[in-house]
């Protein structure tokens, strides 16, 4: 039987490589491996969006090949990897505003093992708020013949998505009373301490009002946020409803106008993101997402979006509402979002 650990050293910057091996000795044939889940160490529930955001790190390591020293990935993308150097699944770092993480790793692999039937990759989350941030990732091992059908399965799967994602975006229409919404009346309100005193036009039924809630995001090449430098924030409100969570973010940033680019932003959306109207400085899109059961396609997310560039400022309009059949009002903000968009004049 062979048994590798790997393990950080204390200084966390360089790893130490053993591998053992039983008295009747051991090949160093391929291995197959599948993830199956992962968990904290202490077996305690995740929370909030912590789940959501591990599985995005963890989305290169799904198969594994295991090839002596190294890693073989083969699915969404392939690359190899020297496991002795393996520091992090995904080497994200943290912001320099987030001073007391800045330039850490948000995940940090602290020990490999590989026992028989059992893969085992431990790890340190720094995403979440929990005093203890380990968790462990589990592997189901597999013959060459099982990882070569669920590779070609899921290559299969991925592209029947991508290909109904495409004709769903190109069949879809806006919902012609979104459009008839366009009509309604505008109010003009100063911004306070806005760098340049700036005046919004917006429709009547918005308020706008300074937003104290933690907020972060990425504008092509600005960051955006309550950490972010040269930053004010802003929450518009629908008066009509009262839904706090559906607020519509204005987002002012001091930056060079170079610094945000629309095809460059868009560029590096996810496939199931698909823009369905836009114009020079605006958009509006759909979050889709895939039913296998019924190989159906429907919104997840409306969000709607603007860009205006004025007296050195970024101003970013956004709004990202959730299409759900369980929360009163959601279409209904997604629809007065993508009116107030259009209406939207500084």
Request: charged share 30%; with cysteine.
């Given at each position: 039987?062979?048994?590798?650990?790997?393990?950080?050293?204390?200084?966390?910057?360089?790893?130490?490589?053993?591998?053992?091996?039983?008295?009747?000795?051991?090949?160093?044939?391929?291995?197959?491996?599948?993830?199956?889940?992962?968990?904290?160490?202490?077996?305690?529930?995740?929370?909030?969006?912590?789940?959501?955001?591990?599985?995005?790190?963890?989305?290169?390591?799904?198969?594994?090949?295991?090839?002596?020293?190294?890693?073989?990935?083969?699915?969404?993308?392939?690359?190899?990897?020297?496991?002795?150097?393996?520091?992090?699944?995904?080497?994200?770092?943290?912001?320099?505003?987030?001073?007391?993480?800045?330039?850490?790793?948000?995940?940090?692999?602290?020990?490999?093992?590989?026992?028989?039937?059992?893969?085992?990759?431990?790890?340190?989350?720094?995403?979440?708020?929990?005093?203890?941030?380990?968790?462990?990732?589990?592997?189901?091992?597999?013959?060459?013949?099982?990882?070569?059908?669920?590779?070609?399965?899921?290559?299969?799967?991925?592209?029947?998505?991508?290909?109904?994602?495409?004709?769903?975006?190109?069949?879809?229409?806006?919902?012609?009373?979104?459009?008839?919404?366009?009509?309604?009346?505008?109010?003009?309100?100063?911004?306070?301490?806005?760098?340049?005193?700036?005046?919004?036009?917006?429709?009547?039924?918005?308020?706008?009002?300074?937003?104290?809630?933690?907020?972060?995001?990425?504008?092509?090449?600005?960051?955006?946020?309550?950490?972010?430098?040269?930053?004010?924030?802003?929450?518009?409100?629908?008066?009509?409803?009262?839904?706090?969570?559906?607020?519509?973010?204005?987002?002012?940033?001091?930056?060079?106008?170079?610094?945000?680019?629309?095809?460059?932003?868009?560029?590096?959306?996810?496939?199931?993101?698909?823009?369905?109207?836009?114009?020079?400085?605006?958009?509006?899109?759909?979050?889709?997402?895939?039913?296998?059961?019924?190989?159906?396609v429907r919104v997840r997310n409306y969000i709607?979006?603007?860009?205006?560039?004025?007296?050195?400022?970024?101003?970013?309009?956004?709004?990202?509402?959730?299409?759900?059949?369980?929360?009163?009002?959601?279409?209904?903000?997604?629809?007065?979002?993508?009116?107030?968009?259009?209406?939207?004049?500084?």
């Open positions: 039987m062979q048994k590798l650990i790997l393990s950080k050293n204390l200084t966390g910057l360089v790893f130490i490589l053993s591998v053992l091996f039983s008295t009747a000795g051991c090949s160093q044939e391929k291995t197959y491996w599948k993830a199956t889940t992962f968990n904290k160490k202490n077996k305690e529930p995740m929370h909030g969006a912590t789940p959501d955001y591990i599985s995005d790190l963890l989305t290169d390591f799904q198969y594994v090949i295991k090839d002596g020293n190294s890693f073989h990935l083969d699915f969404p993308t392939k690359r190899d990897i020297q496991i002795d150097t393996l520091q992090s699944f995904s080497y994200r770092r943290f912001d320099a505003e987030e001073e007391s993480d800045a330039g850490k790793l948000i995940d940090t692999i602290t020990d490999i093992s590989i026992s028989g039937a059992s893969l085992q990759i431990n790890f340190n989350f720094l995403g979440t708020l929990s005093d203890d941030n380990r968790f462990v990732l589990h592997y189901q091992k597999l013959t060459a013949a099982e990882y070569k059908k669920e590779i070609e399965d899921e290559s299969a799967y991925l592209k029947t998505k991508t290909e109904a994602f495409e004709v769903y975006a190109k069949n879809y229409k806006i919902d012609p009373d979104w459009k008839t919404a366009q009509n309604a009346s505008t109010v003009s309100y100063n911004l306070p301490d806005s760098y340049g005193k700036l005046v919004a036009t917006l429709p009547k039924n918005f308020e706008i009002a300074e937003d104290g809630s933690f907020y972060k995001d990425t504008f092509d090449k600005l960051k955006a946020g309550t950490l972010a430098k040269n930053n004010k924030l802003f929450k518009i409100e629908l008066t009509s409803l009262s839904e706090s969570f559906y607020d519509a973010k204005l987002v002012l940033i001091k930056a060079p106008e170079s610094d945000f680019d629309m095809k460059r932003y868009l560029a590096g959306k996810p496939f199931n993101f698909k823009v369905v109207e836009q114009d020079a400085n605006s958009f509006h899109a759909v979050m889709l997402s895939y039913k296998k059961k019924d190989q159906s709607s979006f603007k860009h205006i560039y004025k007296n050195g400022i970024h101003v970013f309009y956004i709004a990202d509402d959730e299409n759900d059949i369980k929360v009163k009002n959601s279409k209904e903000f997604a629809k007065q979002h993508y009116m107030l968009m259009k209406k939207l004049v500084l």
